[in-house]
């Protein structure tokens, strides 16, 4: 027994031994990536030591002698905390995504190589001004120099646990970072921040099944009467309407055949997948707004800004602080804000004299033409004309042989409907069905595949000072074209829409048009000094939240893809009730969770005639309620699974799957016209022999939801809660979708319950035709105190780290779900007073 005893013990130390040997490692394994925040680093090419400031959440405030050394150390501090993210979003812009994680991403990379977003990003380059093109290559200076320090897994963890993914890189080394890789961010940016490509596809899908007057209901006027668009009818020029004739609904019909029908449903799934690649996601959007110091305890203004995104794992935005030691001509940046892992500058944020937001303007900028093709040939005008082609070559993991393309473009843009295997067939198939002789093919105009100078724009807002330097800046930002919110300390407020918004003479961008017809070609942009702007309203409030710019009353067209203006409306509403605001009160805005749809919707739904008492209690949860969606509302809960219930039996019997309802702000408007027509013919369920009206729904889903809500979650009503339902994971967009639950748990986190909810300020989205779960929230909140910057407040969606188990990975995550925020250290003094790291980088000794 002794010896028995003594053999058990020495095991056991030696399993435990083992056990610490091998937990030891795996903790090695993690933190091998961990950059150093504190010390000394040597960095080729500095004029000068730049300092590093971090405070607790790792955010760096950066401060150099020159331009140069700024740029050249952000570079290498975005590669430290962030290289992983940078590299696959360089891949996917690239369409080279297959060269790291296999063939399951060779279609998008197609798609995205067709679209040539980073031959764009090249073109772009010799475009810019001499200083723009010496920040970018001063940035990827400094990542390359970070990058020859390092590699494999002590670059990222995502770099080790590649390697042992069969079929995947085991020795990748990562190619030197350039300025196009840069640029190219802005284009994938500008995918789903500005265009409708998705919303024509449907219509026509549409137009396939129902008359056209069925589906215009669908697509409801913007509520001009209820919520109130950026800008007043006394702010727009009055020079007369452009005219614009629309698209018949013959020449929409002729063009549909089964095949085309199918040939666009494979651009859309391709298409719809990218959004979350790229970190968006159903339900983007924004809040932002400004007000003046008429409305505010300081008598400066201050102002806010929410951005709504795919909810990704790390955050879309890192947030860093540039500061130059002596601010003038020679070294002009002192800024701070939120910006891209891989792009030079700050994006949205603020500097020593102005401060600035985004929201998206979401213009029509992308239109589909039907072309009549013959080969390599492409009819236009009665005449036969050669396209443009090249061949795109993939190498994709785990294959052996690289796959090759042909992309194919006319005068409008790229053959898109090539994409695929099959797609370039199906066009060709369509001949023999078509009105029209030869084959089809769609291709897609887009403002964004033309070379521009936005980046040039965004170091201009960086360093601009007042109102006119804004507009100057402003001026080259040609896409994704947004509402820009301004303010600056010496108390003005403005708004100004920029970009290249194409002037059409038929039709809106609604519909896919013949391309083989010269009057459908744009005619050219609606001019910079025609696009809407407003210095000081009389009111001292700018709102925006991607309702209507403009009255009907603005000369151009704009879109008509506005979100219709739920959030906006609430947001204004708030500010006008609230008296003088501070920090704290813009902050508790940006939290608003109620439900305006709520709000026109449960006065019908309590009129419904109930008689079962377990049914009943469902319903009478809704009485009394104050249309708040916090995570623990029992009443939002209960409407919400309604909500969804009500669109699934008004719309799902008759619409094709793939155009169900997501639930956002345009069935808010779908639902406020039917309330009112009772015996509309949407109400009726196609699929019984009886006739349904309004009220035969309402109850149905009442009903329908009391079950559901009972399954999911509890009888009793006393024990639901909305944030039970509604939960957000943050999920790394390449390996946190890998299908291995172990990698999963790595990189992934979550769940978190949320209140909110889509079309609300406090936009936590989800997709009513999928279920309740977040798809896109606010990824990041800030307020700026115009009276002291300091005194400004900010949070990110996730930490300023991508390592996994970093303390820097979601620090901040926490706060933002409870709806707090960080204090803003901007000025030297309280900066110094946050710090919680030091690194200096020096001129290596000769």
Known sequence: ?????????????????????????????????????????????????????????????????????????????????????????????????????????????????????????????????????????????????????????????????????????????????????????????????????????????????????????????????????????????????????????????????????????????????????????????????????????????????????????????????????NVGKACPFDVSGFSFSGLPGVVIGHNNAISWGFTNLDPDVQDLYLERVDGNKVLYNNKWRAMSTREETFKVAGEDKPVKITVRETRHGPLISDVGDDERKVGEQAASQAKYPKAYGVALQWTALNPGKTADALFAINTAQDWTQFRAAASQFQVPSQNLVYADTDGHIGYQAPGLVPIRSIGRGDWPVPGWDPKYYWKGYIPFEAMPTELDPPSGIIVTANQAVVPSTYQYYLTNSWDYGYRSQQILDRIKAAGKLDVNAMASIQLDTKNKAAEMLVPYLLRISINDPFDRQGQDTLRNWDFTQPPDSAAAAYFNVVWRNLLELTFHDQLPEGTWPDGGSRWFEVIHTLLGQPNSGWWDDIRTPQRESRDDILREALVNARTEITQKMAREPVNWQWGKLHKLTLTNQTLGKSGNSLVEKIFNRGPYELGGGTSIVDATSWDASVGYDVTSAPSMRMIVDLSNFDNSRWINLTGVSGHAYSSNYTDQTELWVKGETLPWAFTKGAVEATRKHSLTFTKPDR
């Open 1 to 325: 027994m002794p010896r028995l005893l003594r053999v058990v013990i020495a095991s056991g130390i030696a399993l435990a031994l083992l056990l610490l040997a091998i937990a030891g490692t795996a903790v090695y394994i993690v933190r091998h990536s961990f950059p150093t925040y504190d010390g000394t680093i040597d960095l080729e090419g500095l004029d000068g030591d730049v300092n590093v400031v971090r405070d607790a959440n790792g955010i760096p405030q950066i401060y150099a002698d020159t331009p140069a050394d700024l740029f050249a150390a952000q570079g290498y501090v975005a590669a430290q905390d962030r290289f992983f993210e940078m590299d696959v979003r360089r891949h996917i812009t690239a369409g080279r995504l297959s060269e790291l994680f296999g063939k399951t991403a060779l279609e998008t990379d197609k798609f995205i190589r067709t679209l040539g977003w980073r031959r764009t990003a090249e073109k772009e380059l010799p475009l810019l001004s001499p200083s723009t093109r010496q920040y970018l290559d001063d940035y990827a200076r400094g990542v390359n120099a970070y990058l020859s320090k390092r590699s494999g897994s002590a670059l990222s963890l995502e770099y080790g646990v590649m390697s042992l993914q069969p079929g995947l890189p085991k020795n990748y080394t990562p190619e030197p970072w350039t300025a196009a890789d840069s640029l190219s961010w802005l284009k994938a940016m500008a995918w789903d921040l500005g265009g409708n490509l998705d919303e024509e596809i449907t219509r026509t899908k549409l137009l396939a099944a129902f008359p056209a007057r069925n589906i215009e209901s669908l697509y409801p006027q913007y509520p001009y009467d209820r919520n109130q668009p950026i800008m007043s009818a006394g702010s727009v020029s009055r020079n007369g309407k452009f005219s614009l004739s629309p698209v018949s609904t013959e020449v929409r019909r002729s063009m549909l055949t089964q095949d085309l029908l199918k040939s666009l449903d494979s651009v859309q799934s391709v298409a719809k997948g990218l959004p979350q690649l790229l970190g968006q996601g159903d339900g983007v959007g924004s809040n932002s707004w400004v007000v003046s110091g008429d409305h505010t305890t300081t008598g400066k203004p201050l102002l806010a800004n929410d951005p709504h995104l795919g909810a990704t794992m790390p955050g879309i935005w890192t947030q860093v602080g540039l500061h130059c030691n």
